[in-house]
């Protein structure tokens, strides 16, 4: 998921658990590399070194890691107090609220939705996994300016679509 500012997260999904490296690039420092990875990832399991440790993890940076522990909790390393990983705006669309994203991308993409709006009923389409069609999209947005690589992001993250 990327904000198209430099924020970005990679989520990898086993069975039941699950991790998540998050990228807050406001948050990191390139000259010193701060946060530093090892404390974010004190006690990590093993099954998910590759991912947070391997590329693109590696390349792309991490101000935050979440995980899933043996008891199912969601679990971060060994941070300081009152320290500001970005994780909390972040995550905040993960609440499964369709008017998050849409408060979201109103504010975002200031005045692009004012006039119109974003449909609620299509969001909450696209948030229960429903195939996306031209019809959904042209509902969000007047123009695509590359249905072709619309196409492209959608089968890469796997997402259902239908434009003919």
């Known amino acids: 998921m990327r904000d198209g500012c430099g924020d970005q997260m990679l989520i990898l999904f086993q069975e039941d658990k699950s991790v998540i490296n998050g990228f807050a690039h406001e948050l990191y ?23 947070i440790f391997g590329e693109p993890v590696k390349s792309i940076g991490t101000t935050f890691c979440i995980w899933l522990n043996d008891q199912n909790k969601w679990t971060i390393g060994d941070l300081e107090n009152n320290f ?11 609440d499964g609220n369709p008017q998050t994203y849409i408060d979201w991308a109103t504010e975002y993409f200031e005045e692009s939705y004012t006039q119109t709006g974003i449909p ?7 948030y229960n ?9 042209l509902s969000i947005v007047d123009q695509i300016e590359d249905w072709k690589q619309l196409e492209k ?12």
């Not at 420092?29 to 991912?51: A, I, R, W």
């Not at 500001?84 to 993960?94: A, V």
């Not at 609620?120 to 696209?126: A, E, G, P």
């Not at 996994?129 to 999209?137: D, E, I, Q, R, Y």
């Open 84 to 94: 500001n990983d970005g994780s909390p705006e972040m995550l905040t669309i993960f």
């Open 120 to 126: 609620l009923q299509t969001v909450t389409d696209i």
């Open 29 to 51: 420092d390139f000259e010193v590399h701060l946060p530093n990875k090892s404390q974010l990832t004190v006690g990590l399991p093993e099954m998910y070194e590759e991912f």
């Open 129 to 137: 996994g429903k195939t996306l069609t031209k019809s959904m999209v």
């Open 153 to 164: 992001d959608l089968v890469e993250i796997n997402y259902p679509s239908h434009f003919t």
